[in-house]
């Protein structure tokens, strides 16, 4: 089949070279539909023998569509600044060919880009109308790639959904489909997805996205498989599937630039797609990129939000973007300390260096901004050098305005506080008052749970860590132990950590596991033993009266030591750590265990 259609080629290459032995100046063969037809009855045509021959073909209309030479109306079509240059062109007597007419359009539709009641004004012109009838006599003879852009300027002018003229354009960009070149069912994604959409096109837009994804080898740069990621890769599964696979092919040749834009749009679709992100990590740490402060912050802000941890990508970024903290904005700031505590990463010259800005700006710092930082160092329980000076404007700043927070955010601020030691009185009274805690006692949307949760470690805070706190507190029906907290899908690190603890004690009874206590945390724990011969081979160094030990699991990048807070009672500590601190701290003798 295939060595068929090459000699058909052949003979009709042959004819076309026959038929047009003048050759233009550029060396390329033209054909009218003013050509010989004597060719039909040559008996010594190679082609005579063949059905569909060339001279049939002539007849119908001609084989090469000839490019016609510019004119001066060209050039005035170009050059117009108004709409009603364009439009003038209409009355003056100029030979408006299929592709001069869609031009127009084109062009009208760049001048009123962002004018949009000249548009609608446009839209009632008779001489537009009559432009758009002119278009659609000649629709089929209009080439590709204007046939493209004249799909999107009739979206952008705002034609009704039932234009005849609009719909006629549609048709023929379906019936063209198989023939564009990839690029152009690229830009047309790219422009038009969006008023496909829009307009109620689904058909037309359901086909095209078809055909991107059948055709998706056809991509061979960077750019155009990051713009279409990023315009219209969420309308599909199965061609981001595509699109991810060919950027990892091209993703060596991506710049910083469109590494950023990939990481964004796998964070702005919530798209964790490691293979992905560890083959953009890679280029990010191995070449010398050179990155700006906004593609620093653009990148932080991606691998916090799709929790993705990359060590030497985050040291490369907080190096990078040590020198540019003292340009950074307090939303800047705000926004990069949060992405860096959500990855629970935690950098002490890049936070001392936030903690500075701070302070630097301290008549001028939003609140808005000072909270989110709050919460941020909490979260990877930083406190800076400057600790007394820090926290001293951060209670002047919350003195006079903490009422009016939103009361979610009261209770994450003042909860913020007590993790880091810095909670006061009168903190701890506007939140666990009945008036702001009422409204987060029941069983409501998980946001209201988790805030309830934070309100029970708060209210714990006011009674183990301050004794002169006289109250008020929250009502002893609220410190039960709600049920669904232990309904709740044992994650892979509280699993692992019970049966760590499990084979480190000898066996399952002499542990209690998923315990639900009243100041809010669920605990894997051990049963009141004589500890100090338990743990007489351990490398923590205990309380002489220790009699019980309470297991919380925590792990994240950087620490390598657990934590363990006796304050609440001489024989009871917490310890918060991960399975493996505790293997490596806890390694006792066939004797420790009664």
């Not at 008052?433 to 949760?453: N, V, Y």
């Not at 051990?526 to 351990?538: D, I, K, Q």
Request: hydrophobic share 40%; glycine share 4%; with cysteine.
């Amino acid at each position: 089949m295939a060595s068929r259609l090459v000699r058909r080629c052949t003979c009709l290459l042959r004819e076309a070279a026959r038929l047009a032995p003048a050759m233009s100046l550029v060396g390329q063969p033209r054909l009218t539909r003013g050509a010989p037809r004597t060719l039909t009855s040559s008996a010594t045509s190679p082609s005579s023998h063949l059905p569909g021959s060339l001279s049939e073909l002539v007849e119908r209309g001609q084989v090469f569509t000839p490019y016609p030479e510019r004119q001066e109306v060209d050039h005035l079509i170009e050059r117009a600044t108004q709409p009603e240059e364009i439009l003038a062109l209409l009355g003056g007597g100029h030979c408006l060919h299929q592709n001069r007419a869609a031009l127009m359009v084109i062009q009208l539709s760049r001048l009123l880009s962002e004018k949009p009641k000249d548009k609608a004004l446009l839209i009632k012109d008779a001489r537009f109308q009559h432009l758009l009838r002119l278009v659609n006599s000649q629709i089929n003879a209009v080439w590709h790639g204007t046939l493209v852009k004249l799909l999107r300027s009739l979206y952008a002018l705002g034609l009704p959904a039932t234009s005849k003229e609009l719909q006629s354009v549609e048709q023929e960009v379906r019936w063209r489909m198989r023939r564009l070149r990839y690029k152009h069912l690229a830009f047309l994604a790219e422009s038009s997805a969006t008023y496909m959409q829009e307009q109620g096109s689904q058909e037309l837009l359901a086909e095209l996205l078809v055909h991107l994804e059948r055709r998706w080898t056809e991509i061979d740069d960077g750019r155009t498989v990051v713009a279409m990621m990023v315009k219209i890769g969420h309308l599909s599964q199965s061609l981001m599937n595509r699109l991810e696979d060919k950027c990892l092919e091209l993703v060596e040749q991506f710049g910083p630039e469109e590494l950023r834009k990939v990481l964004v749009m796998l964070a702005a679709q919530n798209r964790r797609s490691v293979p992905l992100l560890r083959a953009v990590s890679y280029h990010l740490v191995q070449k010398p990129f050179t990155l700006t402060k906004s593609i620093l912050l653009d990148l932080a802000y991606a691998y916090g939000k799709l929790g993705f941890h990359q060590t030497q990508v985050f040291q490369r970024l907080a190096a990078d973007l040590l020198p540019h903290t003292p340009s950074l904005t307090s939303s800047e700031v705000a926004r990069c300390t949060k992405s860096f505590a959500f990855l629970k990463w935690l950098s002490l010259p890049l936070f001392e260096a936030f903690a500075q800005h701070v302070l630097d700006r301290a008549q001028s710092i939003a609140l808005p901004h000072l909270c989110n930082m709050l919460l941020a160092f909490a979260r990877v329980n930083f406190r800076p050098e400057r600790e007394d000076q820090f926290f001293s404007l951060v209670h002047e700043k919350l003195g006079s305005q903490l009422a009016g927070l939103e009361p979610a955010l009261q209770v994450d601020v003042v909860w913020s506080l007590c993790v880091l030691q810095q909670a006061r009185e009168a903190e701890l009274q506007a939140v666990l008052r009945p008036e702001l805690h009422g409204q987060f006692l029941g069983d409501k949307s998980p946001k209201d749970q988790s805030t309830f949760q934070k309100l029970l470690h708060i209210n714990a805070t006011a009674q183990l860590e301050h004794p002169e706190y006289t109250g008020p507190h929250l009502p002893s029906s609220a410190l039960v132990p709600r049920p669904s907290a232990l309904d709740k899908k044992v994650t892979p690190l509280q699993k692992e950590l019970q049966e760590t603890l499990k084979g480190l004690l000898g066996s399952a009874d002499k542990g209690s596991f998923l315990v639900a206590t009243r100041y809010g945390w669920i605990l894997g724990e051990g049963p009141p033993l004589p500890l100090p011969a338990v743990l007489s081979g351990t490398k923590l160094n205990l309380p002489p009266l220790l009699s019980r030990v309470s297991v919380h699991p925590r792990s994240w990048a950087g620490a390598s030591q657990p934590s363990w807070s006796p304050r609440h009672s001489p024989e009871h500590i917490f310890v918060l750590c991960s399975p493996q601190m505790l293997r490596s701290c806890w390694t006792p003798t066939a004797s420790s265990c009664p």
